[in-house]
């Protein structure tokens, strides 16, 4: 590891220009950024601490708008009971990443901005990975192993997958993050934070230099109640889905109302199923009808050889969720 | 005096372990200590053309960056399979030729951890790159020692095609597992210390007279010059068993700064600067008639190995042991690719071969539609089916009978899917385990005072299993004192020769070496009090004196505790050595462990075959949309002679069928096939089991007599474990789905649907 300078501002101005200077990176929980600098993939000359700005460690999920500060901890958000009442899925998708120990102190902020865990992004011994060095190809689609990688919305200069579990509770949701930068604060809505690889895969948000993410909201909507995080993986716990899903549904009797599926351990980026959700707006659930919203989520993915499994363990895993929320919904 | 052997007894280390007072080798921290790192290899075969040093030189804080060409005094030993200590027979950074990722190219030394870990990053290497290829080919694999030298390296019994011809059912079958690493939770460490012509080295180690032998050697110094220090191993299963290049390379590069230097590999670096599990492929042909008895057995097993050594763990030898056929064809063979050399891990073979030949046996149970655990019973064999000799025990079939019980075996639905659990497919699976019995052979120094303590001191290892406990008890037994009143100490080699802790061998012949030793102090005190003209035993013919849990006891009833008759004697205390040698030991084999070596006989004897047996049953569900598979219970039924101590062997058993549970369905070393590198070279994403993936697992220990094997009537276990539970889950992945899935690990991958 590199040195570094440290900082740890009071004030969000200050810490937005600190983390404006080049070579400067934010940290909050670290369990990214201290992974990736003890591995050489970052070495940042200066380190912009922003635990000090307290005033991001709220939440609130009473209202109409569910309003998570960035600073709140994983752990204390999916625990809280009014949280996994009002919108389980959130819950799920928090409780079922990482482990307590990581949970305990990453943000939902960090979390939100991961990086992939693409073997050759997280390896500085392979030459070849346009996300870390921009322009020198990418190892993994030159020969390498692609079973941690994108189906949807890859590119040919990266098929890099987006690992976190949240993200997909989120973007269902129709979530926004609050930014504050240079130019002031502004909103984005959340699935258009980040953006897929193109031509240019190191870049990943539209993020300005020095913007800190404050506040996360979602508008409170009765699918919410109705949701699950289904997340298939190789071991019980402790590991990234291998495919995953969010899900919710609103019904009007026996029709489908609203539904929401966003799909985690496929794409390149939080991915939202909207021809699924289509499909299913208006028609019975059924084992029938959750299974072709499943197929047809994956209509568009691309064959990678390492992850083509995904494209029918993935439907696979939307219609278990889909089934299980209308399970939770018939046993109240 | 309170039992002390076939008992629980807690690890007389644990408090020393959990408060941090037990010292690991890199623990050791003498005066003036500079710290070594590693730079390794980005590519797998080549050559290196330059290597710019400066920048590095420049880091504060580094004191020296040693390339080939400027490392002073560098020595090398031969490797394990070509008769050496070493862990492999190529030696990095002896010149600039590379032969495999991740292979050591410079050394660097640094006044702190971190500047040497900088400067190591800052070594520019430059190289010209050949072909590689890190995966076996097995249509590219050869028989190891085919023609006058085979060892049995090709068996051929009776005629296997008469055997398949006449068979009522047979199987034809292959397996593949892959690459595994052994990730031990201490990392591998080295520290070295000169003082003119003496060395010191602090090491986590399975065989420190390996290291000192091995050392002494290279560097023309007499072994007495040379020390070598491993109190506590955390954790090894077959990594720090023989000298590897970190080691060689601390030593030169501490005599080169003429300071001590210590190195902590790096996780990622561990995969690739000593030995792993080798990838196999496992290939099976069973026959047998319509009541199951087999009509043909043959087995091919195709290892991977280094371009540069042979590494034979001869799996068949195990698996031909198992059932009795009259027909029966074996071969082993090996591929070449470009990676360091492998080596043992946790059953070098028996994991690999068990997930083979149990999956075999039973689609040959399905086939003949008969229940799996009874065609294990009709070919249930009482002699050696190629050795002639008979077993000098073997449960296999107790084990089975009481596995059955506790798992509720007979409750099974006897179609596949047939059982089911809400959105969970539900299947039960069995299989076979066993472990060869290895003799090697051990001194210990048994010293008793007549104040009631006991010392024992001997060069074996506690590598996590609770060998210091088990010799404690060992002693207790015979000379009948407080398993507390036993301070025992291990680890260092100038201490009596104890065996190299592999091959499930330490309890065995290194504990019968401490039986040895008191029967030795018996007799001796016995010699001392009987030509004495007072007391209870004088006057009494020594040879007719035994020990009785403590107690001297005449032919005619006479009897003195030992402690009383040593109170009798000036000194107050005897100090013997103890020393087992098997009547199957030859003087060469013994040479051979005395030299640092590997002299082992067994499991086969010109008398018997010795192998310790068990049975697991495995409960697998398999989720109906995400096909994520768990299991919620694992049993074992295990018989190994006698139980020492019931807690620790308990320990061993259910740790090897949790590593059971990993190596069936997480385990596996990732690898990139285009640049030849392991890919996921780290404890994040190389996945083993968490607490929440092992549900229920029981042990049920059997009793077991076995007067052939040692003194002590006990057989190894730290291996039997893990030997077969692969297959009885994959057994019971097929009864749930009917999916026959033949490469590990099983994932849910292999059960979608495509
Ligand atoms: C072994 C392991 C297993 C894991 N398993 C999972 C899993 O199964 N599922 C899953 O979803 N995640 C998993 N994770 C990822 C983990 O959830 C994230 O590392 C964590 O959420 C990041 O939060 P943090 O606060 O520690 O972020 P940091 O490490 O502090 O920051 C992460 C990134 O976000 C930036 N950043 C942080 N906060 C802000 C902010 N407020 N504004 C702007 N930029 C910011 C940082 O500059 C950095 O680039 C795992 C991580 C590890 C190490
Ligand atoms: S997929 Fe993306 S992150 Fe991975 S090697 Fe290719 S460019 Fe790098």
Redesign the pocket.
């Known amino acids: 590891m590199r040195s570094f300078s440290y900082s740890s501002p009071g004030q969000i101005g200050d810490a937005s220009d600190a983390a404006r200077e080049s070579g400067a990176?934010?940290?909050?929980?670290?369990?990214?950024?201290?992974?990736l600098m003890k591995i050489g993939v970052i070495a940042p000359d200066a380190l912009v601490d922003?635990n000090g700005l307290s005033d991001?460690e709220g939440y609130a999920v009473a209202g109409d708008r569910m309003r998570f500060g960035?600073?709140a901890k994983?752990s204390t958000v999916a625990d809280d009971p009014a949280v996994i009442d009002a919108f389980p899925a959130l819950s799920e998708s928090l409780w079922k990443?990482?482990?307590p120990q990581?949970r305990n102190?990453?943000?939902l902020?960090?979390?939100i901005?991961?990086?992939t865990r693409c073997p050759y992004f997280r390896d500085t011994a392979y030459a070849q990975c346009n996300k870390r060095n921009p322009g020198s190809g990418c190892a993994a689609l030159e020969g390498g192993e692609t079973n941690l990688h994108a189906i949807l919305g890859g590119s040919s200069a990266c098929v890099a997958m987006y690992?976190?579990?949240?993200a997909q509770a989120l973007i269902a949701f129709d979530a926004e993050v609050v930014v504050s930068g240079a130019g002031g604060e502004r909103t984005i809505p959340f699935s258009q934070l980040h953006v897929q690889p193109g031509d240019s895969p190191e870049v990943e948000t539209v993020?300005e230099p020095g913007?800190?993410?404050?506040e996360i909201v979602l508008p409170v909507v009765p699918a919410m109640a109705n949701s699950t995080y289904l997340k298939a993986r190789d071991r019980e716990s402790?590991?990234?889905?291998s495919a995953s899903a969010a899900v919710g549904v609103a019904m009007d009797g026996d029709t489908v109302s609203d539904v929401r599926i966003a799909l985690g351990g496929v794409a390149s980026v939080p991915w939202r199923a909207t021809d699924a959700e289509d499909s299913l707006r208006g028609q019975p659930l059924t084992e029938e009808t959750a299974r072709e919203a499943g197929r047809i989520a994956f209509e568009t993915a691309e064959e990678l050889e390492g992850s083509a499994y995904k494209i029918a363990l993935g439907a696979d895993v939307v219609a278990g969720a889909l089934m299980q929320v209308k399970s939770r919904m018939g046993g109240e | 005096m309170a039992q002390t052997i076939n008992t629980r007894v807690t690890r007389t280390d644990a408090r020393r372990k959990v408060t941090g007072a037990a010292t690991y080798a890199a623990d050791e921290i003498p005066a003036g200590m500079l710290h070594g790192a590693l730079a390794c290899s980005s590519i797998a075969v080549g050559t290196v053309t330059s290597i710019n040093t400066s920048v590095a030189e420049a880091e504060p804080g580094v004191v020296a960056v040693y390339t080939h060409e400027t490392l002073p005094d560098y020595k090398t030993v031969k490797g394990f399979y070509a008769g050496g200590p070493g862990s492999a027979s190529f030696w990095p950074m002896e010149g600039t030729e590379i032969r495999y990722a991740g292979q050591p190219v410079a050394y660097v030394v640094a006044e702190t951890a971190a500047a040497a870990r900088r400067g190591a990053d800052l070594v520019e290497v430059s190289y010209e790159e050949g072909e590689s290829r890190i995966h076996m080919t097995p249509d590219d694999s050869f028989v190891v020692g085919a023609g006058e030298d085979s060892d049995g390296m090709i068996l051929d019994q009776g005629d296997l095609q008469a055997g398949l011809d006449s068979a009522a059912q047979s199987v034809d079958m292959t397996f593949t597992t892959p690459f595994q690493h052994h990730n031990p939770m201490e990392m591998f460490a080295a520290t070295a210390e000169w003082r003119g012509d003496r060395l010191t080295v602090w090491m986590p180690s399975q065989s420190v007279r390996t290291l000192r032998a091995g050392i002494a050697g290279a560097y023309g110094l007499p072994e007495t010059s040379v020390r070598v220090i491993s109190s506590f191993v955390g954790g090894a299963f077959g990594s720090k068993a023989g000298i590897t290049p970190y080691t060689m390379l601390t030593i030169a590069a501490a005599k080169g700064v003429g300071a001590p230097v210590r190195l902590i590999v790096t996780r990622p670096q561990m995969y690739t600067v000593a030995t792993f599990r080798p990838e196999s492929e496992q290939k099976f042909r069973l026959g047998a008639d319509a009541e199951g008895r087999l009509t043909a057995f043959e087995h091919i097993e195709t290892a991977q190995t280094s371009q540069f050594d042979m590494v034979v763990n001869a799996g068949t030898h195990i698996t031909r042991a198992m059932y009795a056929c009259p027909n029966i064809r074996t071969e082993q063979r090996l591929s070449r690719s470009d990676t360091n050399t492998g080596g043992f891990m946790r059953a070098p073979n028996e994991m690999q071969t068990f997930w083979g030949l149990e999956s075999a046996m039973d689609e040959l149970a399905w086939k003949l539609e008969m229940d799996p655990v009874e065609l294990r019973r009709v070919n249930d064999a009482r002699e050696h089916p190629t050795e002639g000799v008979p077993f000098s025990s073997r449960s296999l079939m107790e084990s089975y009978d009481a596995v059955a019980q506790s798992f509720g075996w007979a409750d099974r639905g006897r179609e596949v899917g047939s059982m089911t659990d809400g959105d969970w497919l539900v299947g039960y699976g069995c299989a076979t385990a066993t472990y060869p019995t290895n003799i090697l052979a051990s001194n210990a120094r048994v010293r008793m005072q007549a104040s009631g303590n006991a010392y024992i001191a001997l060069a074996a290892h506690d590598v996590g299993t609770g060998t210091y406990t088990i010799m404690a008890q060992v002693a207790a037994a015979r000379l009948g004192v407080p398993v507390e009143a036993v301070d025992v100490v291990m680890g260092e080699a100038s201490f009596p020769v104890a065996p190299i802790s592999g091959g499930s061998t330490t309890a065995a012949s290194a504990g019968s070496a401490v039986h040895d030793g008191c029967m030795k102090i018996a007799q001796q005190v016995a010699t001392r009090v009987s030509a004495m003209s007072e007391g209870p035993l004088s006057g009494v013919d020594p040879a007719q004196v035994t020990l009785d849990d403590g107690t001297l006891r005449g032919p005619n009833g006479q009897s003195q505790s030992l402690a009383e008759a040593l109170s009798m004697l000036p000194e107050g205390e005897v100090e013997v050595i103890g020393e087992f040698r098997h009547p199957a030991l030859t003087n060469e084999l013994v040479a051979a462990t005395f030299k640092g070596g590997y002299g082992t006989a067994g499991p086969v004897t010109p008398d018997f075959a010795m192998f310790a047996f068990g049975a697991e049953m495995a409960e697998v569900h398999i989720h109906r949309y995400t096909h994520e598979i768990r299991v919620p219970r694992l049993h074992g039924a295990f018989a190994a002679g006698t139980w020492l101590n019931r807690k620790t062997a308990h320990s061993q058993l259910l740790g090897g069928m949790v590593w059971g549970i990993g190596s069936a369905l997480h385990e596996v070393t990732e690898t990139d096939s285009a640049r030849s590198r392991f890919l996921n070279a780290n404890i994040?994403e190389y996945l083993i089991p968490v607490n929440a993936d092992i549900r229920e697992v029981r042990v049920e220990m059997l009793e077991e007599q076995d007067d052939y094997v040692n003194p002590l009537g006990v057989k190894g276990i730290g291996e039997l474990g893990i030997v077969g539970t692969a297959a009885a889950i994959g057994n019971a992945v097929y009864h749930a789905t009917g999916t026959r899935l033949t490469s590990l690990p099983i994932r849910m991958s292999d059960l979608v649907s495509t």
Not at chain 1, 238 to 241: E, S
């Open positions: 990176q934010i940290i909050a929980g670290g369990t990214t950024m201290v992974d922003i991001l960035a600073l994983m990443a990482a482990s990581l102190v990453a943000t902020g960090g979390n901005l991961q990086r690992p976190g579990d949240f993020l913007e800190i993410v404050t402790y590991a990234f889905a | 994040a």
